[in-house]
């Protein structure tokens, strides 16, 4: 007789059964995860599935019972409590040999590398995005922008004003994903403050299909990420953007600056390297450097915290500036 439980993963007992589970899964057990459960068998664990936010993951069931259905009783008690709480639209990581079974469950699908799936269920979709974004294009090739903008620096406003040189139109996506120090709607604002002079950029939003939590995790985990893991998620997240949001806005270049601070964001320009091949361009242009000083959100986060008004001055274009200092 199978019993479902809530995985406690603090439980050292629980934690060996589920890290067994998931080795033998190729799993990585450093996943962000908000919620666990598992199926037991008597007292062996043979089934979990988790979720962080809205991203169903670690979903493994023992070989030996894979002819129970005891996927589709996790997924959907997963489903049923993220319903709970409110959410009606969810992601899915798994491996590509899992596809049909999710397109059974009504899961369709984002995009596939050779390592893994990357599937939806709900409203508003992938679908909905790409509408949105082929109503926001206008006339000529274009070039695209994906920043954080945390917050929105002349180092961004040199990036953006190199590409629109460079292009007929420019792309701009910010992060939709609010885990930064400034709000989603406070680093959209400055973004649109500070391209304003510049007539061929749009700004677009994220949603959750660039450099997010569903697309690429380990970007915010930062210093603390495997690089192995966010190598693996890079791909995906290039990929998405090279096949699917790129050719609806008919984006021949991406614009990233050089990383020379964060390992994740490095890795993230070599895969979209080896990613965007010979169809689309990548161009990585030198960080702006100020008195032989590169510019950094990280250093403008540190100046408003010691007021440093003088560096603020330096590093900020006068739109963000004055969004900081008179609106925020």
Same mark, same amino acid.
């Given at each position: 007789?199978?019993?479902?439980?809530r995985?406690?993963?603090?439980?050292?007992?629980? /934690?060996?059964?589920?890290?067994?589970?998931?080795?033998?899964?190729?799993?990585?057990k450093?996943?962000e995860?908000?919620?666990?459960?598992?199926?037991?068998?008597?007292?062996?664990?043979?089934?979990?599935?988790?979720?962080?936010?809205?991203?169903?993951?670690?979903?493994?069931?023992?070989?030996?019972?894979q002819?129970?259905?005891?996927?589709?009783?996790?997924?959907? !008690?997963?489903?049923?409590?993220?319903?709970?709480?409110?959410?009606? !639209?969810?992601?899915l990581?798994s491996?590509?040999?899992?596809?049909?079974?999710?397109?059974?469950?009504?899961?369709?699908?984002?995009?596939?590398?050779?390592?893994?799936?990357? *599937?939806?269920?709900?409203?508003?979709?992938?679908?909905?995005?790409?509408?949105? =974004?082929?109503?926001?294009?206008?006339?000529?090739?274009?070039?695209?922008?994906v *920043?954080?903008?945390?917050?929105?620096?002349?180092?961004?406003?040199?990036l953006?004003?190199?590409? &629109?040189?460079?292009?007929?139109?420019?792309?701009?996506?910010?992060?939709?994903?609010?885990?930064?120090?400034?709000?989603t709607?406070?680093?959209?604002?400055?973004?649109?403050?500070?391209?304003?002079?510049?007539?061929?950029? %749009?700004?677009?939003?994220?949603?959750?299909?660039?450099?997010s939590? &569903? %697309?690429?995790?380990?970007?915010?985990?930062?210093?603390?990420?495997?690089?192995?893991?966010?190598?693996?998620?890079?791909?995906v997240?290039?990929?998405?953007?090279?096949?699917?949001?790129?050719?609806? =806005?008919?984006?021949?270049?991406?614009?990233?600056g050089?990383?020379? /601070?964060?390992k994740?964001?490095?890795?993230?320009? !070599?895969a979209?390297q080896?990613?965007?091949?010979?169809?689309?361009?990548?161009?990585?242009?030198?960080?702006?450097?100020?008195?032989?000083?590169?510019?950094?959100?990280?250093?403008?986060?540190?100046?408003?915290?010691?007021?440093?008004?003088?560096?603020?001055?330096?590093?900020?274009?006068?739109?963000?500036?004055?969004?900081?200092?008179?609106?925020?």
């Amino acid at each position: 007789m199978y019993s479902l439980k809530r995985l406690w993963l603090r439980d050292q007992g629980v /934690y060996k059964q589920w890290a067994s589970l998931m080795d033998r899964a190729g799993l990585n057990k450093e996943e962000e995860l908000d919620y666990t459960v598992g199926i037991y068998d008597n007292d062996l664990l043979v089934a979990t599935g988790s979720y962080y936010h809205n991203i169903l993951k670690c979903l493994v069931v023992c070989k030996a019972f894979q002819s129970e259905n005891l996927l589709t009783e996790i997924i959907q !008690h997963l489903v049923d409590r993220l319903a709970e709480e409110g959410e009606q !639209h969810y992601f899915l990581y798994s491996k590509p040999s899992n596809e049909l079974i999710f397109r059974s469950l009504g899961f369709q699908k984002i995009i596939a590398t050779s390592e893994i799936l990357f *599937m939806e269920r709900g409203l508003p979709n992938f679908a909905s995005y790409l509408s949105t =974004l082929a109503k926001g294009k206008k006339m000529g090739i274009g070039s695209g922008i994906v *920043m954080n903008a945390n917050p929105f620096t002349k180092g961004h406003q040199y990036l953006v004003e190199t590409a &629109a040189q460079q292009s007929q139109q420019v792309y701009v996506f910010v992060l939709s994903e609010d885990r930064s120090e400034f709000s989603t709607a406070d680093r959209m604002e400055m973004v649109k403050r500070g391209v304003a002079h510049l007539s061929n950029v %749009t700004v677009f939003p994220t949603n959750d299909y660039l450099v997010s939590s &569903a %697309t690429f995790p380990s970007y915010f985990l930062k210093d603390s990420a495997i690089e192995t893991v966010a190598k693996i998620q890079a791909k995906v997240d290039a990929q998405l953007f090279k096949e699917k949001i790129a050719p609806v =806005l008919d984006i021949r270049t991406r614009f990233v600056g050089e990383e020379p /601070y964060s390992k994740v964001t490095d890795t993230y320009n !070599h895969a979209m390297q080896e990613m965007f091949g010979d169809s689309l361009e990548l161009v990585i242009l030198p960080r702006l450097s100020i008195d032989g000083e590169i510019i950094s959100a990280t250093k403008v986060r540190e100046a408003l915290k010691n007021q440093d008004d003088r560096r603020l001055r330096q590093f900020l274009p006068s739109t963000t500036y004055h969004y900081l200092k008179n609106e925020r």
